[in-house]
């Protein structure tokens, strides 16, 4: 909101920031690990050698899939809630835990990062970073000893303001940071990926927020991914989804010089093909004409080099901003564009599906509801597509377990064949089942909006809504195993009064028998903001 604020007094602005985050100036601090009655006794770090669920996807594949989760499937229906963890000051609960070595890394918007013992909650340290983390950790080896025996951990992720972090995992020590792209609007949402000892990070932006304004000069941010040495945050490369940096291509009536082409953010995490030494990212919409071949788009890059190997369009002349109308019509702002597109971004990461014959695939699930089967081998030549509603808000990923993906449907309105759940088969796209709550048209208290990660087991599959339930379905079938409601109060361990709400955004993590879920994310309707961290094991 700094271009919306931009005219107000500092008596104002604190005014403003005190009524819209609901906590008063200075409070932050009450966030900080010191602060808080459970602190955990003094226990070191163990090797990540056991139970583990770390990045976005788990894996870099990004499957979302947990083989060995310490959980049955005939637990599942007898989860019940361990502990919870309130976020202090915080408005919205925003990260995906990360889970190893015995411990939760998670976070929120309220800056400050925290490594929680995963048996009971205690808190081992936080740390207070320069700006709200939305991303999913990652965690990797640092250094190792004469012997050969890994002898520090560092923990990965990035902020609301593009800067990327290092953390010592035993300790929560600075090891590095970075920023990753100097755009006044540029922001880190998606996970940074850790593979061989690089640190792969997606930049997005807000650009198309502002971009509408009439005097805002759009547009001029470009996604991109940026590597990292992983030890020491030297940077290796750094390559613009859109190649070309904008220029400028016309001044309105009132001199407002437009830019162009804009946009092409990269909102989730990238997805690592060890075998072509390739990732995959997915990108947003154009913010400007022209709109570049990069937007809307699944882009294979070279690990080593950064170089583009090739680019798949698969929705041309997507423009589009916040505050303009379809068609401009006289009297609107000339910063938007003459025409929009529909918006279809790509929120989720891309999964890479492997099968018995060699065959491989890359699925990408688009904010228009159409899901993609893209050959890696043929420049990314669409193989399948299979709708599952009408689009909506943005999704933020599905699941895999090789044979079948599971796919979250993020349409908001009440009509029977849109919104829940659905399985497709990744070979073909066919549909194997479609599961959603039976809501009554206009209900505030029931949601088929399903925007949120879904995450799978063996025997289950993880999904929650916008109205706060977290609900586990059988993965052959679709059947409800078990079900939680999130959008209440709750008693934590950390003694914040804290409450769950909407599942937007992050998706559930399992291991050690345990299933770490956030709720309450404030970008969307139903039941809204929580801030609120709950572990969940069977009885």
């Known amino acids: 909101m700094a271009t919306q604020g931009g005219t107000l007094s500092d008596g104002q602005k604190r005014v403003l920031a005190t009524f819209l985050s609901g906590r008063p100036l200075g409070s932050i601090t009450d966030g900080d690990a010191s602060a808080m009655s459970n602190r955990c006794a003094g226990e070191s770090f163990e090797a990540v050698d056991g139970p583990m669920w770390s990045g976005w996807g788990r894996e870099a594949t990004n499957s979302r899939f ?25 408005a919205s609960a925003y990260s995906q ?21 995963a048996a ?15 991303t999913a950790p990652s965690i990797g080896p640092l250094t190792a000893d004469g012997a050969g025996g890994v002898t520090r951990f560092a923990v990965y992720f ?38 061989a000892g690089r640190l792969y ?56 010089k437009l830019y162009g082409p804009s946009g092409g953010a990269v909102w989730s995490a990238p997805t690592i093909d060890v075998n072509r030494g390739l990732l995959y990212v997915t990108t947003g919409d154009a913010y400007s004409a022209p709109a570049d071949e990069a937007t809307d788009a699944v882009m294979a890059i070279e690990l080593a080099s950064g170089h583009v190997v090739w680019v798949r369009q698969l929705t041309p002349n997507d423009i589009w901003l916040v505050g303009c109308r379809g068609v401009r019509q006289p009297g609107d702002s000339e910063t938007c564009p003459e025409e929009m597109g529909p918006d279809a971004d790509f929120g989720s ?55 079948v993906g599971y796919f979250a449907a993020p349409d908001a309105r009440f009509v029977d064949d849109l919104g829940g759940v659905f399985a497709l088969r990744l070979g073909t796209g066919e549909r194997v089942w479609r599961a959603a709550p039976a809501c009554e048209a206009g209900s505030q208290d029931c949601s088929r909006t399903h925007l949120a990660a879904v995450t799978a087991i063996p025997g289950a599959v993880f999904s ?76």
């Open 120 to 134: 009971s909650g205690c808190v081992h340290w936080s740390y207070r970073a320069s700006a709200g983390v939305r």
């Open 97 to 117: 835990p990360l889970v190893a070595g015995g411990r939760v890394f998670v976070w929120s918007d309220a800056t400050f990062v925290y490594s929680l013992d």
């Open 66 to 90: 947990q083989p060995d989760p310490g959980l049955t499937a005939d637990q599942v229906p007898r989860l019940t809630l361990r502990w919870a963890f309130g976020f202090p000051n915080a």
């Open 349 to 403: 990461s891309a999964s890479l599906e492997t099968f018995p014959d060699g065959r491989s695939l890359v699925i990408a699930q688009q904010k228009s509801a159409l899901v993609w089967a893209l050959d890696p081998d043929r420049e990314g030549e669409v193989v399948w597509q299979h709708r599952i509603g009408s689009g909506g808000p943005v999704q933020w990923g599905h699941a895999s377990d090789g044979q």
């Open 201 to 256: 990070v997606p930049v997005a932006s807000l650009e198309e927020s502002v971009g509408g304004l009439p005097e805002y000069e759009c547009c001029t941010f470009r996604g991109s991914v940026v590597a990292y040495a992983a030890g020491d945050g030297r940077e290796l490369w750094k390559t613009y989804t859109i190649a070309a940096p904008s220029q400028p291509t016309r001044i309105t009536s009132i001199g407002t």
């Open 464 to 539: 929650g809504s916008a109205d706060g339930i977290l609900r586990a379905y059988a993965p052959v079938d679709g059947r409800v195993l078990w079900a939680y409601d999130t959008a209440r109060s709750f008693d934590t361990v950390n003694g914040v009064l804290a409450k769950g709400g909407s599942f937007g955004w992050p998706g559930p993590t399992v291991a050690g028998g345990m299933v770490f879920v956030n709720s309450g994310y404030s970008a969307i309707g139903g039941n809204g903001a929580g801030k609120v961290l709950l572990a969940f094991g069977p009885e």
């Open 158 to 195: 990035g902020d609301i303001e593009a800067n990327v972090y290092a953390l010592d995992a035993e300790t929560g020590e600075l090891l590095w940071t970075r920023r990753a792209d100097l755009h006044r609007f540029a922001r880190i949402t998606g996970a940074p990926a850790l593979h």
